[in-house]
């Protein structure tokens, strides 16, 4: 098993080497760096690095730099057991950061309990990580049922009733389902069908034809990364002309650039503001840091990413000279109002889920995110 850490945002991986400095604040992460997901994992970790970087350029927190450890699962939640064993048990992270997908979080759930590791800004909008609260995990970015409902509202608003959804079959789909069903209650609209596919092998051979037999005018498509485009292109090869909508996991350039000629007009939810947005100062802020290391444009993955390491970091600052797991947990739950560039995130015993923002975007004719 390679450990790998961020080096910089450019070179966004490299082998752990224990010849590094020795006074670091220890942070793990375990992520599909290869699998389904990869192609926004990478923007999202490029964004995380871009302020930890900053940070540790500035000499870290009180002289200590932040050490972020990250194993790949290969989007294989089994796989994320093991490496959050691995950085908890072995590695002796102080906190876990951004993992990636629902079954793959719930899955170490017992494991941050056992050790009491909080987890900052997993990349999942599970309502099951936000009610009823867990203790040791820190959501940053709002819940994908509120994405569906909204997006089927806005649909509903432009005369957009025959709606059907495609959810993959685990926990992520069910949750995306529910919101699905919550948004169709709230417009009085019936779901045109509802159709699920394997979350490992994707079928989409007997999916395809009876979603076009069905003409809808909508197309909700709960997944991740590949198996979305690969459905999308299914859904269009069997001639479903209308507007697909998928959820903010996939708001990445590198999913954008997999759909190819199947991109333009499709529709992707949002839980950040726009990536262009110079109004939000937290936005200006990684455009300028962005700039600086030559990465290029920012992506929604990115600005998540970005987002979620100054959640991470204002943990460690205010944990104190010798942040330690328990020291972590009560800063992180300490926090209150804490503006990030335009965006407010508090926390308490009660409450661990960070912010509410929603929006919905459509990849314009340049593979750009259009709100």
């Known amino acids: 098993m390679k450990f790998t850490h961020w080096l910089s945002a450019g070179v ?9 400095a020795q006074a670091q604040v220890l942070i793990g992460q375990t992520v599909g760096i290869t699998g389904s997901a990869a192609a926004t994992v990478a923007e999202s ?21 932040v050490e972020v450890i990250s194993l790949d699962d290969k ?6 057991l093991e490496n959050t064993r691995t950085l908890i048990e072995q590695k002796g992270v102080i906190g876990m950061f951004m993992t990636r997908g629902t079954p793959h979080t719930q899955g170490i759930v017992p ?11 997993p990349s999942t ?14 959501n940053v970015r709002a819940t994908y049922q509120r994405e569906v409902e909204k997006a089927i509202t806005h649909l509903n608003t432009l005369g957009i009733k025959r709606i059907g959804v495609v959810h993959v079959d685990d926990t992520f789909g069910a949750d995306g389902l529910a919101g699905a069903q919550i948004g169709f209650k709230s417009n009085n609209i019936e779901a045109l069908f509802i159709e699920k596919f394997d979350r490992t092998k994707p079928d989409y051979s007997a ?17 991740t ?24 996991n996939n708001a990445s350039g590198g999913f954008v650039k997999a759909l190819g000629d199947s991109a333009r007009g499709v529709v992707v939810t949002q839980v950040f503001p726009s990536e262009r947005s110079l109004n939000y100062a937290v936005i200006k802020e990684a455009m300028d840091l962005a700039k600086a290391k030559g990465v290029g444009d920012l992506t929604p993955a990115m600005v998540e990413g970005f987002v979620s390491a100054k959640v991470l970091v204002e943990g460690i600052k205010r944990a104190g000279p010798k942040p330690d797991r328990a020291r972590l947990h009560a800063a992180l739950e300490g926090i209150k ?22 929006d919905l975007s459509i990849i314009g004719s340049d593979g750009r995110f259009r709100r």
């Open 12 to 20: 966004a991986l490299a082998i752990f080497s224990t010849g590094l």
């Open 45 to 65: 970790m490029r964004g995380a690095a871009l302020y930890i970087d900053s940070v540790n350029a500035k000499g870290g927190v009180g002289g200590q730099k």
């Open 75 to 80: 989007f294989d939640p089994k796989l994320t």
């Open 111 to 121: 494991v941050l309990e056992q050790h009491g590791v909080a987890l900052v800004g």
């Open 125 to 138: 909008g599970a309502v099951v990580l936000h009610e009823p609260v867990s203790k040791y995990i820190f």
């Open 207 to 223: 999916i395809a034809p009876r979603v076009s037999q069905k003409q809808p005018q909508a197309v909700i498509f709960i997944g």
């Open 225 to 248: 990364g590949a198996a979305v485009v690969d459905g999308v292109k299914a859904l269009r090869a069997a001639g479903v002309t209308g507007q697909i909508v998928t959820l903010s």
């Open 337 to 358: 109002k804490f503006d990030l560039g335009g965006l407010e995130v508090s926390y308490s015993p009660t409450d661990h889920t960070g912010l509410d923002f929603s």
